[in-house]
């Protein structure tokens, strides 16, 4: 009898993981059964970290005892996404010989190497063999972010966006950059861009946290002949979908988020995760 019990109590536990399985497989899986991929941002030189990224890349950077490349790429494991594009510039290949494949991290890692620094849109364009076949994912790699992804996904898919940019509330907004979204997360003006017939108010003025889920239809706005053209995604391609009506969105994100760019928000962040009044999920 007790054999019996054991049997049916062990079947409901397999089950229950295989749901589980089913329903992870099924929301980070793209229509095709391909894996989501992902890619970091990682050319930049590091300049607000200098003397360090004179001789160092910023993303090899130590932030609370590990390279700061290493919480994006960890974040998107988390989340089931294995195969990556980082591209490469200032001292590049310190950060490929520190990561290799990605197999260390349980990743699949492939390098976009960038003669010149060719800025966020042409660094996505160089990648589109890379990210061509579907929904993808962008994290700058000075980024630290407690976002649970199955959410951005959800929202994502939800609205059939094109371009979905993670956004969060700083009364420094338009300081960096800042643009508004309505009551339904579209956003309706980027930077000085408006779109011709933009909705009625209220608005939600928010900034950019360095996390974007696309889709590859906006390849569409970038030059076809530009694959060595260095500009700018916020500068160009987003007022262009913005102008265009593109289902261009915004996702409200109120948790724990630091840039890392300087030593001062790095001992920051260091002593928020240190005391544990920050923590990140995906750890």
Do not use: M, N
């Given at each position: 009898m007790q054999n019996a019990k054991c049997k049916v109590q062990k079947s409901k536990m397999l089950s229950s993981f295989c749901i589980f399985q089913f329903a992870f497989f099924t929301l980070h899986c793209p229509e095709g059964g391909d894996a989501m991929k992902g890619m970091i941002f990682a050319a930049g030189e590091g300049q607000r970290l200098r003397p360090v990224t004179d001789k160092m890349p910023k993303a090899l950077v130590r932030v609370a005892g590990r390279p700061m490349i290493e919480?994006?790429?960890l974040l998107l494991r988390h989340y089931g996404v294995r195969e990556v594009i980082i591209n490469l510039h200032h001292l590049g290949e310190q950060i490929e010989a520190y990561l290799g494949d990605g197999?260390?991290?349980g990743l699949?890692?492939?390098y976009s190497k960038e003669q010149e620094l060719l800025d966020t849109g042409g660094g996505l364009l160089k990648a589109k063999p890379f990210l061509r076949d579907g929904t993808f994912i962008v994290v700058n790699t000075d980024v630290l972010i407690d976002l649970r992804l199955a959410d951005l996904i959800d929202f994502h898919r939800a609205k059939k966006a094109t371009a979905t940019l993670v956004l969060r509330p700083?009364?420094?907004?338009?300081?960096?950059g800042s643009m508004d979204i309505d009551s339904e997360g579209r956003i309706c003006r980027f930077l000085q861009?408006?779109?011709?017939?933009?909705p009625a108010g209220p608005y939600t003025k928010l900034m950019f946290t360095g996390v974007q889920i696309l889709e590859p239809k906006i390849f569409d706005y970038m030059a076809t002949d530009a694959g060595s053209a260095k500009f700018g995604t916020t500068k160009d391609t987003y007022p262009k979908m913005l102008m265009a009506e593109e289902a261009l969105y915004g996702f409200r994100f109120d948790g724990f988020w630091q840039d890392v760019g300087t030593a001062e928000r790095i001992k920051q962040?260091?002593?928020?995760?240190g005391k544990g009044s920050s923590r990140l999920h995906y750890l």
């Open positions: 919480y994006p790429l197999a260390k991290l699949k890692i492939t700083d009364e420094l907004a338009d300081q960096y861009a408006k779109p011709p017939a933009a962040v260091e002593d928020r995760l």
